[in-house]
């Protein structure tokens, strides 16, 4: 059974960082790509960032250049670090693995002015 457990969210003022972390098991996680995905209230699930078996890095375009998605093969657990933080990255942060397809509880990120 997979398991995907977010942790790290919280309030932060804008400019601010957070680092989520995300401890995946019953998964084989080094053969998996990992996605964040974050959604705010009243919008749609977006893909936050990605990154690969092999470390291959994908962002959206709206958290280029602020956040870094990173994994740790030998403790199952990928991280998202998030700098320079806005009002409007305001959302619950999602977890994803792709093989199997499978989604964390997600954790809540709000930053205020």
């Known amino acids: 059974q997979v398991q995907l457990v977010e942790s790290g969210g919280g309030l932060v003022q804008a400019g601010g960082s957070l680092r989520l972390s995300c401890a995946a098991s019953?998964?084989?996680?080094?053969?998996?790509?990992m996605d964040w995905y974050r959604q705010a209230p009243g919008n749609e699930r977006e893909l936050v960032a990605l990154i690969t078996t092999g470390g291959i890095t994908n962002y959206a375009d709206s958290v280029k250049g602020r956040f870094t998605i990173s994994r740790d093969n030998a403790k199952n657990t990928v991280y998202l670090q998030m700098n320079s933080l806005k009002p409007e990255d305001t959302a619950v942060y999602y977890c994803h693995s792709r093989s199997p397809p499978s989604w964390g509880q997600g954790t809540q990120v709000t930053v205020s002015l």
């Open positions: 019953g998964i084989a996680f080094s053969f998996s790509t």
